[in-house]
């Protein structure tokens, strides 16, 4: 079965500065996708960005990037600049047959 | 496009009760699942539905059901509550999208069981 892991329950990172978040997964899976997710205090879940396991360059999305180590089932995401909006808690996620797999989460605050 | 609603977005109920939850996905998402996030147990898959058809189900009780009608709607449906089913209830509804579906959550649901 697929696991994912996210081994920081709390980072914070000062406004401005770069904060990277970690994620392991397990997988026997050579095709899968793999999100970040992002939670606000207000509770709605939004999706920050996605990789595809067959693609060898590292997504992108504005200030959010992804380091992906296929080989070592490693997938973590870098904010740069980082704002006060940019506190929430973030899950990583493993797609797998219309189901996602979630890490237990890390909670991210960005201080001024 | 509207994004995916959720009603009601809080609610109470007792033991032994049921409670009835809804999702109405984004326009043109056929897709819709169900999570259920609590501070121990994380966010936990439900189950997942698609033109009116389970594809997908979690590991919980026959207690928690759910339905999706022709229009996409989905509901969730708990029967016979107990303490620990209180939780957040998130749906989100999903597109196909470069072989994988990007799914897009509502606000969720609180539910609280006494």
């Known amino acids: 079965a697929q696991t994912v892991t996210q081994s920081q329950p709390e980072m914070s990172v000062q406004e401005a500065e770069t904060v990277t978040l970690s994620c392991t997964y397990d997988?026997?899976?050579?095709?899968?996708?793999l999100f970040w997710y992002k939670q606000p205090p207000s509770r709605q879940m939004i999706l920050v960005i996605r990789?595809?396991?067959?693609?060898?360059q590292n997504a992108t999305e504005n200030r959010f990037s992804v380091n992906f180590q296929k080989a070592a089932k490693s997938f973590s995401l870098k904010i740069s600049d980082s704002q006060l909006g940019d506190t929430a808690m973030y899950f990583c996620?493993?797609?797998?047959?219309?189901?996602?797999?979630f890490g237990t989460g890390t909670r991210l605050q960005v201080f001024p | 496009k509207a994004g995916v609603t959720q009603t009601p977005r809080y609610l109470i109920k007792t033991r032994g009760q049921q409670v009835t939850l809804s999702c109405s996905p984004i326009?043109?998402?056929?897709?819709v699942s169900w999570y259920q996030q609590t501070p121990g147990q994380g966010l936990q898959f439900l189950f997942e539905?698609?033109?009116?058809?389970?594809?997908n189900k979690g590991n919980f009780p026959g207690r928690f059901s759910g339905r999706q009608f022709s229009n996409s709607r989905s509901e969730m449906n708990v029967s016979t509550l107990e303490l620990g089913d209180s939780a957040l209830y998130l749906c989100?509804?999903?597109?196909?999208?470069?072989?994988?579906?990007?799914?897009?959550f509502g606000p969720g649901t609180r539910l609280t069981v006494t």
């Open positions: 539905y698609f033109s009116e058809t389970q594809r």
């Open positions: 997988t026997s899976e050579n095709n899968y996708y």
């Open positions: 989100a509804s999903s597109v196909p999208s470069g072989g994988a579906y990007e799914q897009y």
């Open positions: 996620a493993f797609y797998n047959t219309d189901k996602l797999i």
């Open positions: 326009s043109g998402h056929r897709s």
């Open positions: 990789q595809e396991a067959y693609k060898q």
